[in-house]
């Protein structure tokens, strides 16, 4: 039986037809441009227009065609706009791409989808017809290495070609864009996985596996509350930062002993404002210029972490006759990095979040600490009852036990870290059996404190006898002088 719609093709065989009309056009495009490059010294002009103009109306008219060109990088500096591309076309693959990039993320509930290099998807936005092509490149980087030998790696560039009519220019970049980069904002906010990036110039990203909240972190609750309230009120006030002349930015000391939950507290940080990790090891960097470059390479929305500042490079303070690390023309100043923190080069970014942490507080130069730099201070230090009870909440899921008491006692009289704690309620899956254990463990602790304190009170004691002993003597040579006198 005759049908009225065999005659009329599909939405998807049209699209699909469309996709492969616009890739040839884009292909014909280069080749007649190659063409022409080549030709222009052999075929005099008037044969070129000539030729051209045949060619060209086989494959309509191409001059009204417009390509933008979004690339990887802005120098050294990713391109926002280039990471906004890939997340929103995602979404919106054309059923003519012939093939995929799948990717697994660990966190990712969903696989990750993207055209391959050299594929070309479309879209239409307001009627306007786009097509959208991957390129990816390699390149060889050359430089020298920490001890001047010649170094080479290879470079992965990527770049989206972006054509649409000519017409349409000034919408495309008003509107358009500026459409795909805050939907990929919502997509991002939806579905975001943190990563951790670390090496020179960010080379090594993996995904933050890191489980730490502020729900399971065993700190102080006023403590908790106060930094939490302090990240909600730093990235909802752009704003005011830009109003009052400062840059979007802010610094957190992070100090007390080690075990106290430093890194945890960081990790917490970054899954709380969704915001990536820079582990930044002062130690790997040469100079004040790759600091320089490490700085501007970093995203908006990011931590910055330097782990240990008081140890991990050798500075000397700013009123020393040297400070830095130096290496030939290779050096690292304690100005360098300051003006890293809060200098001009501070600015080149927003919403970014500079974080060091500490075990010795007191041997950072002064000039780090100062308001600007490091804006608030937060001392970690020894486990708590209340934090133990976060602990066991976390590790055993219990909220109360006949034990807790006595362990609480325990841990107001001596000093146990939260990750000490931690470890002794991993020991076994029998409740009762890891309390008692952790009993034990803290009996053991005030016992070894209590020996300490009259080693202690035992050398005072030795110390001050010694005095007395020593103080008749320098009497009597008094009165000898004052006899001969």
């Known amino acids: 039986m005759f049908s009225l719609n065999s005659g009329i093709p599909s939405t998807t065989s049209v699209l699909s037809a469309y996709t492969t009309f616009a890739a040839s056009a884009v292909l014909v495009r280069t080749v007649l441009n190659e063409v022409q490059s080549m030709t222009s010294r052999?075929?005099?002009?008037?044969?070129?227009?000539?030729?051209?103009?045949?060619?060209?109306?086989?494959?309509g008219n191409l001059s009204s065609q417009m390509c933008i060109t979004i690339s990887d990088h802005n120098g050294i500096t990713p391109n926002e706009m280039f990471e906004a591309c890939e997340t929103y076309l995602r979404g919106n693959i054309?059923?003519?791409?012939?093939?995929?990039?799948?990717?697994?993320?660990?966190k990712a509930e969903?696989?990750?989808?993207?055209?391959?290099?050299?594929?070309?998807?479309?879209?239409?936005?307001?009627?306007?017809?786009?097509?959208?092509?991957?390129?990816?490149?390699?390149?060889?980087?050359?430089g020298t290495d920490y001890d001047g030998y010649f170094s080479s790696e290879r470079v992965e560039r990527r770049s989206f070609e972006l054509f649409f009519n000519k017409k349409h220019k000034d919408k495309v970049l008003g509107s358009y864009l500026p459409y795909v980069l805050e939907r990929s904002k919502a997509i991002n906010g939806e579905n975001k996985v943190i990563k951790l990036y670390s090496g020179g110039n960010?080379?090594?990203?993996?995904?933050?596996q890191h489980p730490s909240t502020f729900d399971t972190l065993a700190m102080d609750p006023e403590v908790k509350k106060e930094l939490m309230q302090d990240l909600d009120r730093f990235v909802r006030r752009r704003t005011f930062?830009?109003?009052?002349?400062?840059?979007?930015?802010?610094?957190?000391?992070?100090?007390?002993?080690?075990?106290?939950?430093?890194?945890?507290?960081?990790?917490?940080?970054?899954?709380?404002?969704?915001?990536?990790?820079?582990?930044?090891?002062l130690s790997s960097v040469r100079g004040n210029n790759d600091l320089r470059s490490l700085l501007v390479s970093t995203q908006n929305r990011?931590?910055?972490?330097?782990?240990?500042?008081?140890?991990?490079?050798?500075?000397?303070n700013r009123e020393a006759g040297q400070s830095g690390r130096c290496s030939g023309e290779i050096q690292l100043t304690l100005s360098g990095l300051l003006n890293f923190i809060d200098g001009l080069w501070s600015s080149c970014g927003d919403e970014r979040i500079v974080v060091f942490t500490t075990n010795y507080k007191e041997r950072l130069d002064p000039a780090l600490l100062r308001p600007g730099r490091m804006d608030m201070h937060i001392h970690l230090s020894y486990c708590t009852p209340g934090g133990f009870r976060i602990l066991a909440s976390n590790y055993l899921g219990l909220k109360d036990h006949d034990r807790f008491s006595e362990i609480e006692e325990l841990i107001a009289e001596v000093e146990v870290t939260a990750a000490e704690i931690a470890e002794?309620?991993?020991?076994?899956?029998?409740?009762?059996?890891?309390?008692?254990?952790?009993?034990?463990?803290?009996?053991k602790k005030k016992k070894e404190k209590?020996?300490?304190?009259?080693?202690?009170?035992?050398?005072?004691?030795?110390?001050?006898k010694e005095e007395d002993v020593k103080l008749p003597r320098r009497s009597r040579r008094k009165r000898s002088r004052k006899s001969r006198i």
């Open 42 to 59: 052999l075929i005099p002009q008037q044969l070129q227009d000539k030729l051209f103009t045949k060619i060209g109306s086989l494959f």
């Open 94 to 106: 054309s059923p003519s791409v012939h093939r995929l990039k799948v990717v697994k993320e660990p």
């Open 110 to 142: 969903k696989l990750s989808v993207n055209i391959s290099d050299g594929e070309t998807t479309f879209d239409v936005f307001e009627g306007i017809q786009l097509v959208w092509r991957l390129n990816c490149s390699e390149t060889q980087k050359t």
């Open 202 to 208: 960010w080379y090594v990203d993996v995904n933050l």
């Open 241 to 281: 930062y830009k109003r009052v002349g400062k840059a979007w930015k802010r610094g957190y000391l992070l100090y007390g002993p080690p075990g106290t939950g430093k890194s945890s507290l960081v990790a917490a940080m970054a899954n709380y404002l969704k915001f990536h990790i820079y582990d930044l090891e």
């Open 302 to 316: 990011s931590i910055l972490v330097i782990e240990d500042i008081d140890c991990s490079i050798e500075m000397q």
């Open 424 to 443: 002794e309620l991993m020991k076994s899956e029998e409740i009762d059996f890891v309390l008692a254990g952790l009993v034990a463990f803290l009996e």
């Open 450 to 464: 209590a020996k300490s304190n009259i080693g202690k009170e035992d050398e005072v004691k030795g110390n001050k």
